[in-house]
């Protein structure tokens, strides 16, 4: 069973090295995209979060408090990349350059916090 949780933290963790990763290559390639790899980086790392959030095996103690910032953190990410992804598709530019911003900014904090709560 630990082993298997231990599995769902690796998972988390590439869910974040998806998203933040498909960003920096966006950045460093000066587009300043919102892309389909970012949102699926976030949905793996929701959906492992979600696994994690639950008290397995027995015994384990979780920080609440922490687990509720990050999934506010996470579901505003959700919406800045639903709304870059949207714009992009209406107007064909890059989204604007605040949103982007903010995406990165907003996944670096979340793993910020998981690890230096
Ligand atoms: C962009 C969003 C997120 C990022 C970047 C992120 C990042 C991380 C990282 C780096 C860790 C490992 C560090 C540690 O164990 O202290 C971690 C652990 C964890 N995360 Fe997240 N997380 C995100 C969203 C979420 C969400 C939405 C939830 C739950 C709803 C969640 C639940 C957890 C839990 C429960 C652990 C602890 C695992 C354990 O120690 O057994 N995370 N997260």
Redesign the pocket.
């Known amino acids: 069973m630990e082993v298997l949780?231990d599995v769902v933290?690796l998972l988390?963790?590439v869910?974040?090295a998806v998203?933040f990763g498909a960003w920096v290559a966006e950045a460093a390639a000066r587009r300043f995209r919102t892309t389909r790899v970012m949102d699926y980086g976030?949905l793996l790392?929701?959906l492992t979060?979600?696994a994690?959030?639950a008290p397995w095996p027995a015994g384990?103690e979780?920080n609440y408090p922490k687990?509720g910032v990050?999934?506010v953190?996470?579901v505003v990410?959700g919406g800045l990349l639903g709304m870059g992804n949207a714009r992009q598709r209406r107007t064909g530019d890059a989204v604007p350059r605040p949103i982007f911003v903010g995406v990165g900014v907003?996944?670096f904090l979340?793993?910020a916090i998981?690890?230096l709560w």
Do not use: M, Q
Request: hydrophobic share 70%.
């Open positions: 949780r933290v988390h963790l869910g974040f998203t976030l790392s929701l979060g979600l994690l959030a384990i979780l687990i990050k999934l953190l996470l990410l907003l996944a979340a793993t998981a690890v």
